[in-house]
């Protein structure tokens, strides 16, 4: 057994994920707040559902325009919530 | 071995049809999300406050378990890939398992909130916790039933490695439901 096969891909992608929730987790219990904190959040939300959408759907294998319109949305969803914080920053 | 959920075609996995359906459920979360930030800017201490009544514990419990759900139908597609309907089934139903599992704990938050006598009209973010939250309850159990109709037919041998779009076709429904919960749990349990 090569050393590539002691984990599967998918098993490296579960304990990622795994891994990112906790950290999530705790930024939240730290009390943790502020533009830059929502913003490593956000990312960390983007980067956790690409992983799903590439590694979990298999979309990393399909055709770019639907990988490209499901990182729109992401994108879109995780930007407008930081765009809404920001205003409540404002306010 | 981390099989694809689909072939080298470029096609998406599973019946197209479901991604109709998929696309349409984000599009409605992705509005219920936007409505919740937009809501929380104009009444920022009132969604702080009421935030701190929240199970974090619960939130990211729940995570872990859809995301290890996730992870067990990706095993399942690829135990069929494999012509494994045995193995397939198995995982299949630890997926159904973890999704039983979110729902308890879900139960147990909602029961917890009930008997606090939080409900939709305490206030905004209640309203929003609430509805939000039920109506992704709502998909995880439509997800199992689905998972559950695929699981049926695995056992009974009706998918191959040549003929499984029935098990992609579950496999990317229960996928979006996970997909949706990795952002609804930073949004509502998290940010302040």
């Avoid at chain 2, 984000?26 to 702080?48: C, P, Q, S, T």
């Avoid at chain 2, 998909?139 to 029935?166: D, E, F, N, P, T």
């Avoid at chain 2, 579950?170 to 990795?182: F, I, K, N, T």
Wanted: aromatic residues 14%; neutral net charge.
């Amino acid at each position: 057994m090569s050393t590539s096969r002691l984990i599967r891909p998918c098993t490296a992608v579960w304990l990622l994920l795994v891994i990112l929730t906790g950290v999530t987790y705790l930024v939240g219990q730290a009390g943790l707040s502020g533009m830059a904190i929502v913003a490593f959040v956000l990312i960390t939300t983007l980067f956790k559902s690409q992983m799903v959408v590439d590694h979990f759907m298999g979309l990393k294998r399909a055709r770019p325009f639907w990988r490209g319109l499901l990182f729109g949305y992401l994108l879109i969803v995780c930007g407008m919530i930081g765009v809404a914080y920001y205003v409540g920053l404002t306010h | 071995m981390d099989t694809p959920l689909h072939d080298d075609t470029g096609a998406l996995p599973g019946d197209f049809a479901i991604w109709i359906f998929i696309f349409a459920e984000l599009l409605v979360f992705g509005v219920f999300f936007l409505a919740y930030a937009f809501a929380r800017a104009n009444n920022v201490e009132l969604f702080n406050e009421s935030q701190l009544q929240l199970d974090r514990i619960s939130g990211a419990a729940n995570t872990l378990v859809l995301i290890t759900s996730s992870y067990f139908v990706v095993r399942a597609v690829a135990a069929i890939r494999d012509d494994d309907s045995r193995r397939c089934v198995h995982w299949l139903a630890a997926a159904i398992g973890m999704g039983s599992v979110f729902l308890v704990i879900k139960m147990f938050e909602f029961a917890d909130k009930f008997s606090a006598g939080i409900s939709l009209s305490t206030n905004t973010f209640f309203m929003f916790y609430l509805s939000l939250t039920f109506f992704h309850f709502m998909h995880v159990i439509l997800g199992m039933v689905i998972l559950a109709a695929v699981l049926l037919k695995a056992r009974s041998g009706g998918y191959s490695a040549a003929s499984h779009i029935g098990v992609e076709t579950g496999a990317s429904y229960w996928h979006m439901v996970d997909l949706v919960w990795l952002i609804l749990f930073p949004l509502v349990y998290v940010i302040h």
